[in-house]
């Protein structure tokens, strides 16, 4: 059983940033893939990054592409999500999950099932 929680939320202005941070126990997450998730009021949860176990692979939705980064630290077995020039529309709860998937692609981070998840992160962007 793997526990994730989330660190780094906040409220910043826009073009601001902010740096994610999930800290996993329980067992080490060095041979699962590992995505970051928000969900905004009133929408359905997307999917913003992911990342392979090995960090080989990693793949973004194209609203945070170029300006978010994911990487992950085995060792410390914390996964993190740098987001820079935030924009009010990346307000959200903001979560971390976990999940098995050895052949990672760019396709299948994005489609995969996610086993574990944390309870998530308030990022809010005012403009």
């Known amino acids: 059983q793997v526990q994730l929680v989330e660190s780094g939320g906040g409220v910043v202005q826009a073009g601001g940033s902010l740096r994610l941070s999930c800290r996993a126990s329980?067992?080490?997450?060095?041979?699962?893939?590992m995505g970051w998730f928000r969900q905004a009021p009133g929408e359905e949860r997307e999917i913003v990054a992911a990342?392979?176990?090995?960090?080989?692979?990693?793949t973004y939705s194209r609203s945070v592409e170029g300006r978010f980064t994911i990487s992950r630290d085995n060792a410390m077995n914390t996964l993190y999500l740098q987001m820079n020039s935030l924009r009010p529309e990346d307000t959200a709860v903001y979560s971390c999950?976990?999940?098995?998937?050895?052949?990672?692609?760019?396709?299948?981070?994005?489609?995969?099932?996610?086993?574990?998840w944390g309870q998530g992160t308030q990022v809010t962007v005012s403009s």
């Open positions: 990342i392979s176990w090995s960090s080989a692979v990693t």
């Open positions: 329980g067992r080490t997450i060095s041979n699962l893939a």
């Open positions: 999950a976990a999940g098995s998937n050895l052949f990672a692609t760019p396709n299948t981070l994005l489609y995969m099932n996610y086993t574990y």
